[in-house]
């Protein structure tokens, strides 16, 4: 079972900051969380990471509580193109395996 | 292109019929994943490769699939006696340390 909730569905303007929510109340200490968007028929595109310290690259920004049972992904300026549906992850290992764990995600729709 | 590739991208086949479908992962990247996705699902794990061992297989992937990565470059996922129930887009992904790569994935149509 994903580890993850986040809502079904996001709506944003056209140049405006798209604030993506999830929790993940469950994490372990030594998890990473991630975050992924799909945008139809195309497969996952990696986004950005972390495990407890905020993080920013040319994409996003993720911000994670201090508790760590809550992370907000923020695209500064969304565009029309950044309309996809968003996973919030955490990253199980398990022995000497691992895997994503996808929940159903957020449908960011940005609108013009 | 240096990223996953995922060969066929499409592929209809009839009930029964067995399909293969091939994954070419990211140069030098010694793990590989197979996902599967259902319409309106986020991916599913199917299986996971270091180099050329299999180390974990999910209870989804039945007698019916068998994955293999020879020699721990490109990996094979097939399906035999396919189902209804199998139609889907399956997803590989690679990774060299934690982030996974995903590739355009290939969607299956069992008629």
């Known amino acids: 079972d994903a580890k993850t909730t986040q809502p079904p569905s996001m709506d944003c303007a056209e140049g405006r900051a798209a604030n993506l929510p999830c929790n993940h109340s469950t994490i372990s200490g030594n998890e990473y969380v991630y975050w992924y968007r799909q945008i139809h028929s195309q497969g996952p595109q990696y986004i950005i990471h972390?495990?407890?310290n905020n993080e920013t690259n040319e994409m996003a920004s993720l911000i994670i509580t201090e508790d760590r049972k809550s992370s907000t992904l923020i695209l500064p300026h969304a565009t029309l193109r950044d309309t996809a549906v968003y996973y919030c992850i955490v990253r199980v290992r398990q022995g000497g395996s691992e895997k994503l764990v996808f929940g159903k995600g957020t449908k960011l729709t940005v609108n013009p | 292109d240096t990223g996953v590739s995922q060969d066929p991208r499409h592929k209809i086949t009839k009930r029964g019929q067995n399909v293969t479908f091939r994954c070419d992962p990211i140069s030098e990247h010694n793990r590989l994943y197979w996902y599967r996705q259902t319409l309106g699902q986020g991916p599913e794990f199917l299986t996971y490769?270091?180099?050329?061992?299999?180390?974990?297989k999910s209870r989804l992937l039945s007698d019916r699939f068998s994955a293999e990565r020879p020699k721990g470059s490109f990996s094979t996922l097939e399906i035999q006696r396919t189902e209804q129930g199998d139609s889907a887009m399956y997803l590989c992904a690679s990774s060299a340390t934690k982030t996974q790569y995903f590739g355009p994935g290939t969607r299956l149509l069992v008629l």
């Open positions: 490769f270091q180099n050329e061992a299999q180390l974990e």
């Open positions: 972390g495990l407890k």
